[in-house]
């Protein structure tokens, strides 16, 4: 089981990016997916989950900002990125979550994204 | 949210001994409680979940307990590569969230 990251860099505020995550051996459309983010120096937090059915649900600091969407025909996580504030600035990386479940059994190296003027 | 309480924030051990790490839920999450650890380079590591089940693959030498909102990861026989950073995680319910962290470093 692999997943990783891609997509990361340094933007201004007000602006977007979109992430990837490539994952491989595993049933990528059977499995929950999400991403969580570390500032820098902090701890883990959590921002989104995608489901093996496509739903999706967000932490509040993220919502109506942050769209979580899934390829399985491609086997990609993506998580794109809107109106960034500085606070967004954080390593961020995507997990797998085992069967009916919530805890992440897999995890990226994370990519960061650094959002200043 | 349920937020989550961790200490200590820093422990300090020697190879050999053990060690407890504690995470209280500020309600209740039943057993769901996951246990990482993060190492510079590696990628963070799923050790226990449902607050006491050990994923495949870790040292019988971790463990996790529970009673009622508090639950502690148990280090046994510290090895050096166990020194790193620890985090909680409750799996219960939206928002998914994780404690402070405790770094655990080498006396």
Redesign the interface.
Known sequence: VQVGESGGGIVQPGQSLTLSCSASGFMFSNHGMHWIRQAPGQGLDWVAHISSSDGTVYADAVKGRFTISRDNAKNTLYLQLNSLKSEDTAIYYCARSDYASYYFDYWGQGVMVTVSS | DVQMTQSPFNLAASPGESVSINCKASKSISK?L?W?QQKPGK????LI??GSTL?SGIPSRFSGSRSGTDFTLTIRRLEPEDFGLY?C?Q??E????????TKLEIK
């Open positions: 769901y996951a990482y990628t963070i590591k799923l979940y449902d994923q985090y995680q799996h219960n939206y928002p998914f969230t994780f404690g402070s962290g």
